[in-house]
């Protein structure tokens, strides 16, 4: 288990890095603030026409009686809200990264300078428009394969009793695990890792990925934290891909130590 608890030192690890360098955290909020407005305003419209879009895709309820017309769409618009926000966190770090690339990969870079023996930084060697084509590229991947987990978990939802306990807990473990790939994947592509080969070494330590992306995908539920967390949660991601890849890391504890 100890696994589990390096990957949640990472991530605390992440966000006093960005708390000991302001000038890059508050950079790193820009982005985020401007995906979180863009979610707001999907999910309020969904909030307001949710029901209007369950009566238009259940015709065939039209004629049911009182007051099971109502429950079922009732349950129908809960569960649309429920699946839009959980795509909501699974996607707001993907299009968080998105719209800035350019700011993570800075603040990436600073990261590996900082806690590299030598001081130095892997880079691509990519032009901007390349690099920003492979993120968006191998976002869009990671999106069709969350999106596949939504959907099999959103049918699981209806199961008694396992839709009710067993389903949630699987959902914010396959979160955690698809948003430590996005972010793990700035500081992997900057080392020119594939996608296949990133999603390799992310399944080869299942329980560091967990410690990492789980708690962070909880955090995600409360309003606004993931703009707050987003640069932390880069920073340490950064610090993690470097443990995948094996590269030495200066100060680096020892795996086997408790968390302090």
């Known amino acids: 288990m100890s696994d589990l608890a390096t990957g949640f030192r990472y991530l605390l690890k992440g966000q006093r890095w960005v708390a000991r360098h302001g000038k890059q955290y508050g950079f790193g909020l820009l982005p985020g603030l401007i995906t979180l407005v863009l979610y707001l ?19 065939f309820a039209d004629d049911w009686s009182s007051p099971w017309l109502g429950l079922f769409r009732g349950f129908l618009t809960a569960l649309l809200f429920a699946l839009a926000l959980l795509l909501s966190v699974l996607t707001f770090t993907a299009m968080t990264l998105l719209i800035g690339q350019p700011f993570y990969e800075n603040l990436s870079e600073k990261v590996d300078r900082d806690v590299s023996p030598d001081g130095t930084a892997p880079e691509s060697g990519l032009p901007l428009h390349k690099e920003l084509w492979i993120s968006a590229r191998d976002s869009i991947r990671v999106l069709v394969r969350a999106l596949c987990w939504a959907l099999l978990l959103f049918a699981a939802g209806f199961v008694p009793f396992v839709g009710q306990t067993v389903v949630p807990v699987i959902g914010f473990v396959v979160t955690g695990f698809f948003l430590t790939e996005e972010l793990t994947g700035v500081a992997l592509q900057r080392r020119r890792v594939e996608l296949r080969e990133r ?13 990492f992306g789980t708690p962070l995908g909880l955090a995600f539920l409360v309003p606004f934290v993931a703009v707050f967390l987003m640069p932390g949660a880069v920073a340490g991601a950064t610090m993690m891909a470097r443990d995948l890849l094996g590269e030495e890391t200066v100060g680096q504890e020892p795996a086997e130590e408790a968390l302090t």
Do not use: E, F, N
């Open 41 to 59: 305003a999907a999910l309020t419209a969904l909030a307001l026409y949710g029901t209007d879009l369950t009566t238009w895709a259940t015709p």
């Open 199 to 211: 999603l390799a070494l992310l399944r080869s330590r299942k329980l560091l990925v967990w410690g």
